[in-house]
């Protein structure tokens, strides 16, 4: 039996995607346990990519069984059009599960979401816009439409009755906009439940009974640490729990059963949306690391925001999350820096702080405090052991272990299953 949490660090789009299809090859399930379609997940198979949103990334394997559980928010017209693409490439979906348990996004989620940022102006959150807070908001609110729901078409359309007069109240008086129609809703989304239905079932007794028998699980943590509603910079957060706890309420599997947490961190930092980032480099160093990295987003497109490793929230991230290994990807992408500068503690004020401030106000004023490195200049994307690593990179990661206090466990030197380093046993 193995069950290893994979977790982002940082602001997301650290590699999740990468190393969980790495991993992959020795599991049997694949879970998504949180988030929706605001993720963008990259897998690269021979040359050849894949950009998965509520797609599990154990997908490309025909015998995994990949699951959506019902920590998720389901966006019923996204998995399909990704079980299509899929499928249309020559990957065999029917390994798909989808929890019963699972909320539904809905129209007037994407609507709210977009009509909300619009309305807060220059205070937006610079959301996604996939309807993942308003579809968290009802499920809260106790009138969120499930899965359960969903395939059942008598209760779909009994749910909708009463919430879809709230929600038009809602989009006409406050945001002046056209109500929506219900007949048109339904019939789209009994469209939806027809082709979904096949894959639905309780999640929750398939993901306990595999590990009663045996099986290895991975849990695919979608978004990151530093977006996570609680621990994140809040306002400016995701809707749910990326950290590894949000395996125990999003999948159903309690913590005791976890063996293993492996924390992706990107070997410098970025962040797409609005919100504090203490290391963001507003200048060359930060176009440079833009484009080396070919930072624009894989949902929305949007450039996005660099700047230099911050060892203080991947230590943070390993206290909240219980990190026991260090993925570090992208370590190539700084192959042509002169200089590298790693982020190991917090000035306020002049002095040293040992937690990072829950006040917005507070840490926009922090300094960060930077080690300076020497680059390695020269291309690592085909190096193949820890050995081989030019020493100054290898001087760049011991001390990044030394200052979160997390072991490394594999080093990604390129976005292929073959460019990974392993120096741990992880499942
Ligand atoms: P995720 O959201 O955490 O899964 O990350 P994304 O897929 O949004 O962004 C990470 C990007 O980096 C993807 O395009 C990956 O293919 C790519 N990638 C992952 N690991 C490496 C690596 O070690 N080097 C390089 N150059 N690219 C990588
Ligand atoms: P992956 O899984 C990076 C950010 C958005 C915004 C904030 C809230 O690919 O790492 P939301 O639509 O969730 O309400 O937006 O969170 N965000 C992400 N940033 N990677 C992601 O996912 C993200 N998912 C959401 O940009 O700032
Ligand atoms: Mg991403």
């Given at each position: 039996m193995s069950a290893v949490v994979i977790t982002g660090t940082q602001w997301g789009d650290?590699?999740?995607?990468?190393?969980?299809?790495?991993?992959?090859?020795r599991a049997d399930v694949v879970v998504r346990f949180q988030g929706?379609?605001?993720?963008?997940?990259?897998?690269?198979?021979?040359?050849?990519?894949?950009?998965?949103?509520?797609?599990?990334?154990?997908?490309?394997?025909?015998?995994?069984?990949?699951?959506?559980?019902?920590g998720v928010v389901l966006d019923p017209q996204v998995i399909l059009d990704e079980m299509d693409a899929m499928s249309a490439r020559g990957v065999d979906v029917s390994t798909v599960k989808i929890s019963n348990r699972a909320h539904v996004v809905m129209p007037y989620h994407?609507?709210?979401?977009?009509?909300?940022?619009?309305?807060?102006?220059?205070?937006?959150?610079?959301?996604?816009?996939?309807g993942i807070g308003p579809c968290y908001i009802d499920k809260d609110d106790?009138?969120?439409?499930?899965?359960?729901?969903?395939?059942?078409?008598?209760?779909?359309?009994?749910?909708?009755?009463?919430?879809?007069?709230?929600?038009?109240?809602?989009?006409?008086?406050?945001?002046?906009?056209?109500?929506?129609?219900?007949?048109?809703?339904?019939?789209?989304?009994?469209?939806y439940a027809q082709r979904l239905a096949p894959?639905?079932?309780?999640?929750?007794?398939?993901l306990n009974d595999e590990l009663d028998a045996g099986k290895k699980i991975l849990f695919e943590g979608a978004q990151a640490t530093m977006l996570d509603i609680d621990y994140g910079t809040y306002p400016y957060v995701t809707a749910s729990h990326p950290i590894s706890g949000g395996v125990g309420v999003g999948a159903g599997v309690a913590p005791k059963r976890i063996d293993r947490v492996v924390g992706v961190v990107k070997a410098y930092c970025t962040r797409v949306g609005e919100g504090p980032f203490p290391t963001e480099q507003l200048n060359a160093i930060g176009d440079q690391l833009r484009e080396c990295g070919h930072e624009f987003g894989t949902v929305t497109?949007?450039?996005?925001?660099?700047?230099?490793?911050?060892?203080?929230?991947?230590?943070?991230?390993?206290?909240?999350?219980?990190?026991?290994?260090?993925?570090?990807?992208?370590?190539?992408?700084?192959?042509?820096?002169?200089?590298?500068k790693m982020c190991v503690g917090y000035k306020l004020d002049g002095k040293m702080l040992n937690e990072i401030p829950?006040?917005?106000?507070?840490?926009?004023?922090?300094?960060?405090?930077?080690?300076?490195?020497?680059?390695?200049?020269?291309?690592?994307?085909?190096?193949?052991?820890?050995?081989?690593?030019?020493?100054?990179?290898?001087?760049?990661?011991?001390?990044?272990?030394?200052?979160?206090?997390?072991g490394l466990g594999i080093v990604s030197v390129g976005p292929n299953r073959d460019q990974t380093i392993v120096l741990a046993d992880i499942i």
């Open positions: 650290e590699g999740k995607g990468k190393i969980v299809d790495y991993l992959a090859a929706g379609s605001n993720a963008g997940h990259t897998v690269t198979v021979n040359g050849e990519e894949y950009k998965l949103r509520l797609m599990p990334s154990g997908i490309l394997y025909p015998k995994t069984t990949c699951v959506i559980g019902n994407k609507l709210f979401d977009e009509l909300n940022e619009a309305l807060r102006g220059s205070n937006k959150i610079g959301t996604t816009k996939r106790r009138i969120g439409i499930r899965v359960c729901d969903l395939i059942d078409g008598e209760e779909f359309a009994a749910k909708l009755k009463t919430i879809l007069p709230l929600k038009n109240r809602i989009l006409e008086r406050v945001y002046d906009h056209a109500p929506l129609d219900f007949d048109r809703i339904v019939e789209e989304y009994n469209g894959y639905v079932c309780d999640t929750i007794s398939l497109g949007r450039p996005r925001r660099t700047g230099w490793l911050d060892a203080c929230v991947v230590r943070y991230a390993g206290q909240l999350s219980g990190i026991d290994y260090m993925a570090v990807t992208r370590l190539d992408i700084l192959d042509t820096f002169d200089e590298i829950a006040s917005l106000k507070v840490l926009a004023r922090v300094e960060p405090v930077y080690e300076t490195f020497e680059g390695w200049r020269t291309p690592i994307s085909a190096i193949r052991s820890y050995d081989e690593l030019p020493s100054a990179a290898k001087k760049y990661l011991e001390r990044m272990a030394e200052v979160t206090g997390i």
